[in-house]
């Protein structure tokens, strides 16, 4: 008998009402480590989005899924509980790179590689920040005491 999933394995990625944004860096991330992928449109909710990309998970050959919903993103993988994704988490639009390392890190998890740190982004979003603010702060000639 012929198996039920006959698809090629990939990482599956689940949307709706997506940020374009953020899906592309997303689907860059798994890219940039050579995985294929397969964006599947779903109805997800507040309330389904953890049972159904866990079920797309199980369904995955790879075990991988991640769901993306406006501006949350989940990652799950099929050796995690339900209610406990590796990744369940909301990003800002301006926060792309993070977006981008949430699919590198969907595909190492497949690679069994160590992962990239998304909180590092956080350190240097806040520097060029702070260099920008000073730059302006000069060029204003604003003394701070």
């Known amino acids: 008998m012929i198996a039920n999933n006959l698809e090629m394995p990939c990482i599956f990625v689940c949307v709706k009402n997506f940020k374009e944004?953020?899906?592309?860096?997303i689907?860059?991330?798994?890219?940039?480590?050579g995985i294929p992928y397969?964006?599947?449109?779903?109805?997800?909710?507040?309330d389904s989005i953890l049972r159904e990309v866990y079920v797309k998970a199980q369904e995955s050959r790879m075990g991988i899924a991640i769901g993306v919903m406006?501006?949350?993103i989940v990652l799950h993988y099929n050796k995690l509980k339900e209610e406990k994704p590796l990744i369940d988490m909301k990003l800002n639009l301006y926060?792309?790179?993070k977006?981008?390392?949430i699919g590198c890190n969907a595909a190492r998890l497949y690679k069994t590689m160590p992962f990239k740190n998304i909180?590092?982004?956080n350190m240097e979003l806040i520097e060029k920040i702070r260099a920008s603010v000073i730059s302006v702060?000069?060029?204003l000639n604003i003394k701070i005491t």
């Open 21 to 25: 944004a953020l899906l592309k860096e």
């Open 27 to 33: 689907l860059a991330g798994i890219e940039e480590e």
């Open 38 to 46: 397969s964006v599947k449109n779903m109805s997800l909710s507040e």
């Open 70 to 72: 406006e501006d949350r």
């Open 95 to 97: 926060e792309k790179e």
């Open 99 to 101: 977006a981008r390392i």
């Open 119 to 121: 909180e590092s982004v």
């Open 137 to 139: 702060i000069d060029k």
